[in-house]
């Protein structure tokens, strides 16, 4: 299968097109730019600098990745934006690359981006995620796998949404999303497991009465944070779940979202 350019898209720099690529009208590349195999990227698209994509990745039209970031301290040293591989990126988003030297923005594998979102400097966006219409990241923010962040959203810079979490519309997430909950509101509150998610990921009936349970110490008690996270580790002491939403909160640097509707 052979590559296919568009003879009004533009290609100027050290650009590697991989078996199978197609590269629709009136594209731009420019820069340091490698697309793996299959990956099709659609009409009007930007990409610039160094930019690394994976394979079979479906770029929509009027996309833009690996621009300057939106921030003060960039100076212009070379930095990075790193795509994996089966990526769907819907209409007029932007990626923008790294702040730092040698530092990159990142997204993971078979993602699902939708139209106007934005992925600012720094950030790292795991595997199997939803990011929907017009939702905002901006930099250093850390997604990981399998979250899904509604629209019509800002996420403050340094934040975190942990694994199969659900941050709700319009919600402005300016501290840590915890994993496995749902977290919604412009002063946001955590409303309780996220059930549809953990289900749709094979999670097991007890696996989810384990995070029910957690939920309830964690939002529904009287018990500080610090203290409900030693009676999770002491209830469930060999529970992967567990272990990895206790590691969550301890490792936060904003602090996790600790409200829950009145």
């Given at each position: 299968?052979?590559?296919?350019?568009?003879p009004?898209?533009?290609?100027?720099?050290?650009?590697?097109?991989?078996?199978?690529?197609?590269?629709?009208?009136?594209?731009?590349?420019?820069?340091?730019?490698?697309?793996?195999?299959?990956?099709?990227?659609?009409?009007?698209?930007?990409?610039?600098?160094?930019?690394?994509?994976?394979?079979?990745n479906r770029?929509?039209?009027?996309?833009?990745?690996?621009?300057?970031?939106?921030?003060?301290?960039?100076?212009?040293?070379?930095?990075?934006?790193?795509?994996?591989?089966?990526?769907?990126?819907?209409?007029?988003?932007?990626?923008?690359?790294?702040?730092?030297?040698g530092?990159?923005?990142?997204?993971?594998?078979?993602?699902?981006?939708?139209?106007?979102?934005?992925?600012?400097?720094?950030?790292?966006?795991?595997?199997?995620?939803v990011?929907?219409?017009t939702?905002?990241l901006?930099?250093?923010?850390?997604?990981?796998d399998?979250?899904?962040?509604?629209?019509?959203?800002?996420?403050?810079?340094?934040?975190?949404?942990?694994?199969?979490?659900?941050?709700?519309?319009?919600t402005?997430?300016?501290?840590?999303?915890?994993?496995?909950?749902?977290?919604?509101?412009?002063?946001?509150?955590?409303?309780?497991?996220?059930?549809?998610?953990?289900?749709?990921?094979?999670?097991?009936?007890?696996?989810?009465?384990?995070?029910?349970?957690?939920?309830?110490?964690?939002?529904?008690?009287?018990?500080?944070?610090?203290?409900?996270?030693?009676?999770?580790?002491?209830?469930?002491?060999?529970?992967?779940?567990?272990?990895?939403?206790?590691?969550?909160?301890?490792?936060s640097?904003?602090?996790?979202?600790?409200?829950?509707?009145?």
């Amino acid at each position: 299968m052979s590559v296919k350019v568009h003879p009004t898209a533009v290609l100027e720099g050290d650009i590697t097109l991989e078996e199978g690529v197609e590269i629709g009208p009136y594209s731009y590349l420019s820069g340091e730019i490698f697309i793996g195999k299959g990956t099709k990227v659609g009409a009007y698209v930007r990409v610039e600098g160094r930019v690394r994509m994976g394979e079979n990745n479906r770029i929509h039209h009027s996309v833009s990745i690996g621009g300057p970031p939106q921030d003060l301290s960039y100076r212009g040293e070379p930095s990075s934006v790193i795509i994996g591989n089966n990526n769907v990126i819907r209409e007029f988003v932007s990626i923008h690359r790294a702040t730092g030297e040698g530092e990159a923005t990142v997204v993971g594998d078979d993602n699902y981006i939708m139209a106007y979102a934005h992925i600012a400097h720094n950030c790292r966006i795991g595997n199997h995620i939803v990011i929907a219409n017009t939702a905002q990241l901006a930099g250093y923010v850390e997604v990981e796998d399998r979250a899904f962040i509604s629209g019509v959203l800002g996420i403050h810079q340094f934040s975190r949404v942990g694994r199969l979490a659900m941050v709700g519309g319009m919600t402005r997430l300016n501290r840590d999303a915890p994993p496995y909950f749902i977290t919604v509101g412009y002063d946001p509150v955590v409303i309780g497991p996220n059930l549809v998610g953990l289900r749709r990921a094979g999670f097991s009936g007890e696996d989810i009465r384990v995070l029910k349970d957690a939920y309830t110490i964690l939002y529904r008690s009287s018990t500080l944070a610090g203290e409900a996270l030693k009676v999770l580790e002491e209830r469930y002491p060999e529970n992967p779940h567990i272990r990895h939403l206790v590691a969550f909160f301890r490792e936060s640097k904003r602090g996790v979202v600790l409200k829950s509707p009145a």
